[in-house]
């Protein structure tokens, strides 16, 4: 047999090392074993390395910025070499989740019930368009998770580039913003509860399901003021569906409950994280899903056989956004003064809208920063209780889902404006910064002043 080049091996390599993070990190989150965790960060930093040719020059400049920045803050307090380990250790469920996710995409894009949802939605008016995508991920996503974005791009037809595919894309992304908000499915709410004790997702829901609303709305009158297609969706009549959408609707809800119902398992039965129960029935399902869809667009197994073995190979700039990003967090929070955070409480406004505002505003601008939102919910977490901010739990609850659901609008290392970004063929930044800015601004405001005239 001969030897295989100098790339072959170098993705061999990749794909050996994506195999044992993924899979030790499961085992990890599953058993609790410290010894799979540490054999997957050392799986972990093997595929940091060999990835690290294919991150582009801009995040890999913002990552090791992230990572030193993090490292120095831990360093003060002599826990940088812990930082690091704990920063890598919750990076990889991460990667897990995003490989998992992108499993998905080939069954999706291939399905025949898919073909003819995406059919039409596609044929949809201009005025009717933006809103169904919208409120199909909203749908999907509340229960699929990061799993809804690959799925709904396979909706998809427009020429990539092209206005519409723009705003359907930002449809995408607003609608999963919207089941970010009120899902308990969703790590932020988990995050949020676990910060506020005495608080419970009945409490916390309606304000979360309140934001959506505002999300919605704000973004299907914002799309109102865009401009007009200039090359309308033109459907190949070989893809038209020969049935009603009724048909292919059902087969499609029946398969997201399928996933919906072993992630419901793997997380309130068995109490593992979304991430590892999205790692563990994503896979499985998206093999099953293809193999039952061999007659669909595409035919055979082996495109999205090809397609599943490339997916390491271009997780790069989120490995090292994340890992930057996590590792930051660490270290700030290792550097935080008790007496210092006492102090800021002390000369904060007596208000509880002007303490909630401050929070809301300062959250979403630290997103945008390059924050992810989990850093600032972490932080404000550890630093202060409700009581101190005279906030009962599941208001300060609330402000803190927020802050994750509006928050990854503009956050560009946010898992969905990555995925966006990926699938646009757009830059996270201009998409974080330029294309949601005005929208995440009015949604801001929205939600401050309906937050606190229903809650306060």
């Known amino acids: 047999m001969p030897p295989l080049p100098e790339h072959g091996v170098r993705t061999a390599f990749l794909a050996v090392s994506y195999a044992g993070l993924y899979g030790l990190t499961i085992v990890a989150g599953v058993t609790g074993s410290v010894l799979a965790m540490n054999a997957a960060i050392v799986f972990g930093a093997l595929f940091v390395a060999l990835v690290a040719p294919a991150v582009g020059r801009r995040n890999g400049i913002v990552g090791v910025v992230l990572v030193l920045m993090g490292t120095a803050m831990a360093a003060t307090s002599g826990h940088a070499g812990a930082a690091i380990l704990e920063g890598t250790a919750k990076t990889l469920p991460l990667l897990v989740l995003f490989g998992a996710a992108l499993t998905l995409r080939h069954p999706a894009q291939n399905s025949p019930s898919m073909i003819a949802i995406g059919t039409w939605i596609g044929l949809q008016p201009r005025s009717r368009r933006f809103l169904v995508v919208a409120m199909s991920t909203h749908l999907f996503a509340w229960v699929l998770n990061q799993a809804a974005i690959p799925l709904m791009v396979g909706f998809l037809r427009d020429p990539p580039g092209s206005s519409d595919h723009r705003r359907l894309m930002m449809a995408i992304m607003r609608g999963f913003m919207c089941a970010v908000c009120w899902s308990p499915l969703f790590v932020g709410m988990a995050i949020a509860l676990s910060l506020s004790p ?109 397609e599943t073995a490339a997916i390491p190979g271009s997780l790069g700039n989120e490995t090292v956004l994340f890992l930057g990003a996590n590792i930051f967090g660490i270290g700030a929070a290792a550097a935080l003064d008790p007496a210092t955070v006492a102090a800021a409480v002390a000369m904060a406004p007596d208000s509880v ?40 739990p599941s208001f300060f609850a609330g402000v803190l889902v927020i802050v994750w659901g509006v928050g990854i609008g503009v956050s560009p290392f946010s898992a969905t404006i990555m995925q966006v970004a990926r699938f646009a063929n757009l830059s996270s930044y201009r998409i974080a910064w330029r294309m949601n800015a005005v929208f995440v601004s009015v949604v801001t405001l929205l939600t401050i002043v309906i937050l606190n005239a229903v809650w306060a």
């Not at 005495?198 to 829901?205: E, F, H, I």
């Not at 409950?257 to 998206?286: D, K, M, N, Q, T």
């Not at 300062?362 to 409700?386: R, Y």
């Open 198 to 306: 005495g608080a419970t997702w009945l409490d916390v829901a309606p304000i979360g399901m309140a934001t959506a609303a505002i999300v919605l709305a704000t973004a299907f009158v914002l799309d109102r003021f865009g401009p007009s297609d200039a090359n309308p969706a033109v459907v190949s009549p070989a893809h038209r569906p020969s049935f009603g959408i009724g048909v292919p609707m059902v087969r499609i809800l029946a398969l997201f409950a399928a996933l919906a119902g072993g992630v419901v398992v793997c997380h309130e039965g068995l109490a593992i994280s979304i991430p590892i129960a999205i790692g563990l029935v994503g896979p499985p399902l998206a093999f099953a899903w293809r193999f039952a869809s061999v007659a669909g667009v595409g035919g055979g197994t082996r495109p999205f056989l090809r």
């Open 353 to 392: 809208f002007m303490r909630s505002a401050l929070l809301i505003v300062s959250g979403i601008l630290s997103s945008a920063i390059g924050l992810h939102p989990v850093v600032f919910m972490v932080l404000v977490g550890q630093a202060f209780t409700p009581e101190m901010l005279g906030m009962t």
